[in-house]
């Protein structure tokens, strides 16, 4: 049974990959994940926020006094020639690279184009296989165009392209105009890869502090259902890999995404509820369904339900929503209607 996958031009054993969590940011699970079975890990992100703050406090430290010596400033660089940022999340790489024999995959999460984008070299050249660019963008200037905001992405993922030669994939949300015109852009600016799609964490209310508190809801299978339909509809479309995350439970799950068109899929939230092993399961059940269906490979999997190869492609667009609404009944209704024709 051949489980191997093929993403952003990296050979993997299987297409399970835990996706950025707080599980890697300990050594011991990232070797935990392999001995499961685990094809590549995606590391813990690496915020914006992270690496602007410190070039600040560098700055602030540097220059602090210097206005009553200016000469003072001549004994220092400029703060952008320092090599500075988190060392911890660098040296976190390189033992990983140290202990597994998996791809590590860094994670740099941001929303802006600046200076950040150059810590990509920093990342590459402490062992990463490759980079997950994670762009968690909500926009809220009522001035801003989506034209604006389309063009932010791209210019994002260019500062990061050229500062690397390692593949770069794109995490995005679904929140375009055009999602699939969206898709074709990034492909075309040199995404290796995207993954679909980012989860965004929605603020709550606490009514006794009176604050506004974060809120993390892990996913349910349900969730699956938005990456499914776009992964089976770019599938085909585009020249980058496609990862599928958010929902994916068990290995029918994976299944359906591989028959989608995904390269590979991301699991977190069932690995938060379940543990690490979880993913040895997965990987049983997924050889067990396979044998059962004659399927040799995961290569005769993928994209065989995608709308470029699926019998009515009309399935992923508007004449599925309207079949949903029309066959749908009320769970009350279903069981008046059994017990109706059982007498």
């Given at each position: 049974?051949?489980?191997t996958?093929?993403?952003?031009?990296?050979?993997?054993?299987?297409?399970?990959?835990?996706?950025?969590?707080?599980l890697?940011?300990?050594?011991?699970?990232?070797?935990?994940m392999?001995?499961a079975?685990?094809?590549?890990?995606?590391?813990?992100s690496?915020?914006?926020e992270?690496?602007?703050?410190?070039?600040?406090?560098?700055?602030?430290?540097?220059?602090?006094?210097t206005?009553?010596?200016?000469?003072?400033?001549?004994?220092?660089?400029?703060?952008?020639?320092?090599?500075?940022?988190?060392?911890?999340?660098l040296?976190?790489?390189?033992?990983?690279?140290?202990?597994?024999?998996?791809?590590?995959?860094?994670?740099?999460?941001?929303?802006?184009?600046?200076g950040?984008?150059?810590?990509?070299?920093?990342?590459?050249?402490?062992?990463?296989?490759a980079?997950?660019?994670?762009?968690?963008?909500?926009?809220?200037?009522?001035?801003?165009?989506?034209?604006?905001?389309?063009?932010?992405?791209?210019?994002?993922?260019?500062a990061?392209?050229?500062?690397?030669?390692i593949?770069?994939?794109v995490?995005?949300?679904?929140?375009?105009?055009?999602?699939?015109?969206?898709?074709?852009?990034?492909?075309?600016?040199?995404a290796?890869g995207?993954?679909?799609?980012?989860?965004?964490?929605?603020?709550?209310?606490?009514?006794?502090?009176?604050?506004?508190?974060p809120?993390?809801?892990?996913?349910?299978?349900?969730?699956?259902?938005?990456?499914?339909?776009?992964?089976?509809i770019?599938?085909?479309?585009?020249?980058?890999?496609?990862?599928?995350?958010?929902?994916i439970h068990?290995?029918r799950?994976?299944?359906?995404?591989?028959?989608a068109?995904?390269?590979?899929?991301?699991?977190?939230?069932?690995?938060?509820?379940?543990?690490?092993?979880?993913?040895r399961?997965?990987?049983?059940?997924?050889?067990?369904?396979?044998?059962?269906?004659?399927?040799?490979?995961?290569?005769?999997?993928?994209?065989?339900?995608?709308?470029?190869?699926?019998?009515?492609?009309?399935?992923?667009?508007?004449?599925?929503?309207?079949k949903?609404?029309?066959?749908?009944?009320?769970e009350?209704?279903?069981?008046?209607?059994?017990?109706?024709?059982l007498?």
């Amino acid at each position: 049974m051949d489980l191997t996958t093929t993403y952003m031009g990296m050979t993997l054993r299987s297409p399970l990959v835990p996706s950025a969590s707080p599980l890697s940011e300990d050594i011991d699970n990232i070797k935990r994940m392999e001995d499961a079975g685990a094809a590549a890990v995606v590391m813990h992100s690496l915020f914006e926020e992270q690496i602007t703050l410190e070039r600040y406090e560098l700055h602030h430290h540097l220059t602090y006094g210097t206005e009553s010596f200016p000469e003072a400033l001549t004994y220092f660089p400029e703060p952008a020639n320092f090599r500075v940022g988190p060392e911890e999340y660098l040296n976190h790489i390189r033992k990983a690279k140290e202990k597994v024999g998996i791809p590590i995959i860094a994670s740099l999460n941001g929303s802006s184009v600046g200076g950040w984008t150059d810590y990509a070299r920093l990342i590459q050249q402490a062992g990463a296989s490759a980079v997950e660019l994670n762009i968690y963008y909500v926009p809220t200037d009522i001035e801003l165009t989506s034209e604006q905001i389309e063009q932010t992405y791209i210019n994002i993922l260019q500062a990061v392209k050229a500062a690397v030669t390692i593949p770069v994939a794109v995490k995005l949300s679904p929140y375009f105009t055009n999602m699939a015109n969206m898709a074709k852009r990034l492909d075309n600016a040199g995404a290796d890869g995207l993954v679909l799609f980012n989860r965004f964490y929605q603020p709550d209310i606490n009514l006794e502090n009176l604050e506004v508190q974060p809120n993390v809801l892990l996913s349910t299978p349900q969730a699956m259902r938005l990456p499914l339909r776009w992964v089976a509809i770019l599938y085909g479309r585009i020249n980058a890999s496609l990862a599928a995350t958010s929902g994916i439970h068990n290995a029918r799950d994976v299944l359906k995404m591989l028959m989608a068109g995904a390269n590979i899929t991301m699991l977190c939230s069932v690995l938060l509820r379940e543990g690490i092993n979880h993913i040895r399961c997965i990987e049983q059940e997924m050889r067990t369904w396979m044998e059962k269906h004659e399927y040799e490979s995961v290569q005769l999997l993928q994209g065989s339900m995608s709308q470029k190869n699926c019998p009515d492609p009309s399935a992923f667009e508007r004449s599925q929503y309207m079949k949903a609404l029309q066959t749908y009944k009320p769970e009350w209704e279903r069981m008046y209607e059994s017990s109706y024709y059982l007498g």
